[in-house]
């Protein structure tokens, strides 16, 4: 057995045994409360370049499969747990979690005592750490994590680099890649979209000469105010097409409309987080994986309007614009892995491209909001009776 060590910034160590890939990695640390789902997570590139522990005690028990990748490579930096199974039991397994780390030149750090680390970080917030081997000097490790400077380019990271196509279907979709997860492919595929997929760097001129019926605005990792230009794109987008932004996507929209973000203490990551609509009242529970939120004092004064908060800590967890067709929400209403509550979100977006395209262009000094002149979305309809 091989130990490691993850040393923070405040000077806290914990020391277990290694798995993984056999490096050092220096990397935020944070946390997720999901009982399930810790191979969609290590896939999900809005966790790219972070330390991820694992709040639930036992990860890798199922091993790794071909189905549940939400990215074709993890970008994580590290993962911590409590227990990892040596076997994997499961018919779809094809490697255990100690190889598919290997793989990917991925460290892991298990027999730690992470509820201990897990209030650390919810008590102080998340904060720098290295994981580093046994014979490493602790005390220059932590010099040299505290005067650290970690990268803020996650998205170009993660993003495609080139635009790409996917089969045709009805309504024509431009996804913006921000670090996107496949089970947004697959939720818009269930309603039948054609999207292409298309760097985050890309012009509204580009976006234009593809002509789609709608935009999305993916998630994705870091801080939405580190990229720079696609403020200004979202702003020439928005008065031509219906928008639907998520996560980072909903941060991005919010910025463009003149509100602020902020950074959470520890974040919003987990799979159990109630979120309230407030027209109809209905709850949902919600998958959400963020580090920054935007500010509710920034909102009014914008056409921004609240529409969903999250009940635990009345953070924004959705937005619409008053005058154009634009909503985003702060959670992943394409859920994997997690609850299922939220996919009716898709379907709204489906609502205002087809109101959208039942009013035809409309001019961009209009007053009246889109949403009067056709489908109203179903999440913003009065709640019925089994519908809460």
């Given at each position: 057995m091989t130990t490691r060590t993850l040393l923070l910034a405040d000077g806290t160590s914990y020391t277990g045994e290694a798995f993984g890939a056999d490096r050092q990695v220096r990397a935020e640390v944070v946390f997720t409360t999901g009982m399930t789902g810790y191979q969609e997570t290590l896939t999900d590139q809005s966790y790219n370049g972070q330390i991820v522990t694992f709040s639930y005690p036992l990860i890798g028990n199922t091993g790794i499969n071909r189905d549940d990748m939400e990215s074709l490579f993890p970008t994580t930096a590290g993962v911590v747990c409590r227990e990892y199974p040596r076997l994997a039991s499961n018919w779809r397994n094809r490697v255990s979690l100690d190889q598919f780390l290997k793989v990917h030149d991925i460290p892991g750090l298990a027999g730690i005592d992470t509820r201990a680390l897990v209030r650390r970080l919810r008590t102080e917030g998340v904060m720098k750490g290295v994981l580093v081997g046994p014979d490493a000097d602790l005390e220059n490790e932590l010099e040299s994590l505290r005067s650290a400077e970690l990268p803020t380019d996650q998205v170009a990271r993660v993003s495609t680099r080139t635009a790409y196509p996917s089969p045709l279907g009805g309504h024509s979709v431009v996804l913006f890649d921000f670090g996107l997860k496949h089970s947004i492919l697959r939720?818009?595929?269930?309603?039948?979209?054609?999207?292409?997929?298309?760097?985050?760097?890309?012009?509204?001129?580009?976006?234009?000469?593809?002509?789609?019926?709608?935009?999305m605005?993916?998630?994705?990792?870091?801080?939405?105010?580190?990229?720079?230009?696609?403020?200004?794109?979202?702003?020439?987008?928005?008065?031509?097409?219906?928008?639907?932004?998520?996560?980072?996507?909903?941060?991005?929209?919010?910025?463009?409309?003149?509100?602020?973000?902020?950074?959470?203490?520890?974040g919003h990551r987990g799979f159990n987080h109630p979120v309230k609509d407030l027209r109809s009242g209905r709850i949902d529970f919600t998958s959400q994986n963020h580090g920054f939120a935007v500010d509710?004092?920034?909102?009014?004064?914008?056409?921004?309007?609240?529409?969903?908060?999250?009940?635990?800590?009345?953070?924004?967890?959705?937005?619409?614009?008053?005058?154009?067709?634009?909503?985003?929400?702060?959670?992943?209403?394409?859920?994997?892995?997690?609850?299922?509550?939220?996919?009716?979100i898709f379907d709204d977006f489906i609502d205002l491209m087809d109101a959208h395209r039942q009013a035809g262009?409309?001019?961009?000094?209009?007053?009246?909001?889109v949403l009067q002149r056709g489908a109203v979305p179903r999440s913003l309809m009065p709640a019925t009776e089994g519908n809460n």
């Open positions: 939720e818009l595929a269930r309603r039948g979209c054609a999207v292409t997929v298309v760097p985050h760097t890309i012009s509204a001129e580009r976006v234009r000469a593809l002509a789609p019926d709608g935009i605005l993916s998630n994705g990792p870091g801080d939405p105010k580190s990229l720079d230009g696609v403020e200004q794109v979202i702003r020439d987008l928005q008065e031509d097409y219906p928008i639907f932004g998520i996560c980072l996507g909903h941060q991005l929209l919010c910025l463009a409309n003149g509100a602020d973000t902020y950074k959470l203490p520890f509710p004092e920034s909102i009014p004064g914008t056409e921004l309007e609240i529409t969903q908060i999250e009940i635990n800590d009345g953070t924004v967890e959705g937005v619409r614009h008053s005058r154009l067709p634009a909503i985003s929400v702060q959670y992943h209403p394409d859920a994997a892995a997690g609850p299922h509550d939220a996919e009716h262009p409309a001019p961009r000094d209009m007053s009246a909001p």
